[in-house]
């Protein structure tokens, strides 16, 4: 695989360099042997960049819970003395996923080769994320990959779960928005053409919100096709966009400036932040390998920069928690506290766990909150498209029985 790599050395101008390694780990321990730091990598695959609206529907075959599950037995079995061919022989067997069985085979026969462990993980990106193969390094050279394991699965487990609290928030609003949608286009392509029949047989004189929707009917109507391509081409747009490093940075941008939505934002990428630190620290993974790895982790550009800055600072031999207290409008002032209180007691991967556990549980009640509170708002908008409609179509009707 080539990655393109933006390389800073110290004292020296940015450098930008395409390199062929297994994993992006692999391009960060040649960058770090250089005695330069990876500032921005990409994936090289082609010349040709393809739009990313091509790969909305490619998955791995392999769900994250299948890996965090993965993680757990092996786990088990090499802390009850199975060796680690024998544990992946087993995974392979019990496994019912076709993928999952044909990665851990190559896992294995990587292994068998002499391949070490995260070697072997390293293979296989797009299934393990790098957070994955550096504590599997960790826990190697340790000698407690057991430990190692469990707790990074603890670590992809909690992640998890906040992801998925957070979406399940966001599904009932959308299947409303989605459901008054359809209604609305039913209803302007069944039942107002047949009212304004009547209205043209009778000639009535229709208010101006009345033309307005008799004329979005008529349009629909007469251009199905152009309509049709017009909201296939809104969804892939949309998505697309969401997917896009500007579209990224626009709604990350937009959502903190929100109430109750920003601190909620916040929070959920403190809690990311803390938890991927602590789990690497606690495995014994170098802190500026544990930062990069953290920065990738992150995914929305802001909250990266930062974790980025905190790796230059300790690079320097500045402390850690510098950079996050001069960034207090995206981690809150708590987080950077609590850091530097771990740095002088020397438990910072204690302190960063406890953060996270923090931030995770006010996230949790935080999206409760927000149900409760967008419920309301939903009715009332459902209300306001409802009353609209029905004042605009029932009023021609009501001046039509006036006058008789």
Do not use: C
């Amino acid at each position: 695989m080539k990655y393109r790599v933006t390389i800073h050395k110290e004292g020296a101008p940015d450098e930008k360099r395409t390199i062929e390694a297994d994993s992006r780990f692999a391009v960060y321990e040649q960058i770090q042997k250089e005695g330069a730091v990876v500032t921005g990598i990409t994936e090289n695959i082609s010349i040709l960049k393809l739009p990313a609206w091509l790969f909305i529907n490619i998955g791995t075959g392999v769900k994250r819970d299948e890996i965090i599950r993965v993680a757990k037995n092996l786990s088990a079995m090499l802390s009850a003395g199975l060796s680690l061919s024998r544990a992946l022989s087993v995974i392979e067997r019990q496994s019912s996923n076709k993928n999952l069985k044909k990665i851990a085979v190559g896992i294995s026969e990587s292994v068998k080769k002499g391949s070490s462990f995260h070697e072997a993980l390293a293979l296989y990106p797009a299934i393990f994320p790098a957070v994955f193969v550096a504590m599997a390094r960790a826990g190697e050279e340790s000698g407690s990959l057991s430990e190692s394991l469990t707790v990074v699965a603890l670590q992809m487990e909690r992640s998890e779960e906040l992801t998925r609290k957070i979406k399940g928030a966001m599904i009932y609003p959308i299947i409303v928005m989605v459901a008054v949608v359809i209604v609305g286009i039913l209803m302007l392509i069944y039942v107002v053409p047949t009212l304004t029949r009547t209205f043209n047989q009778l000639g009535v004189q229709v208010p101006l919100a009345t033309r307005i929707i008799v004329g979005m009917s008529n349009f629909m109507i007469t251009n199905v096709t152009i309509v049709l391509a017009g909201i296939i081409a809104v969804i892939v747009g949309g998505i697309t966009f969401l997917r896009s490093r500007i579209g990224n940075r626009i709604i990350i941008a937009i959502a903190l400036h929100l109430p109750v939505i920003g601190e909620l934002v916040r929070e959920t990428y403190s809690a990311r932040t803390s938890r991927t630190l602590s789990s690497l620290l606690s495995s014994s993974v170098p802190v500026l390998d544990a930062l990069s790895i953290t920065k990738e982790v992150v995914h929305a550009e802001v909250f990266a920069n930062v974790v980025g800055e905190a790796e230059v600072h300790v690079r320097k031999g500045e402390l850690l928690s510098q950079a996050f207290a001069t960034h207090t409008k995206l981690y809150p002032i708590l987080m950077s506290d609590m850091l530097t209180v771990g740095e002088e007691t020397g438990k910072v991967a204690e302190m960063l766990k406890q953060i996270a556990e923090f931030y995770e549980e006010d996230v949790a009640q935080k999206t409760k909150d927000l149900s409760t509170i967008i419920e309301p708002v939903l009715m009332l908008f459902i209300g306001t498209v409802v009353g609209i409609f029905a004042v605009s179509m029932i009023a021609p009707i009501y001046s039509l029985s006036s006058a008789f």
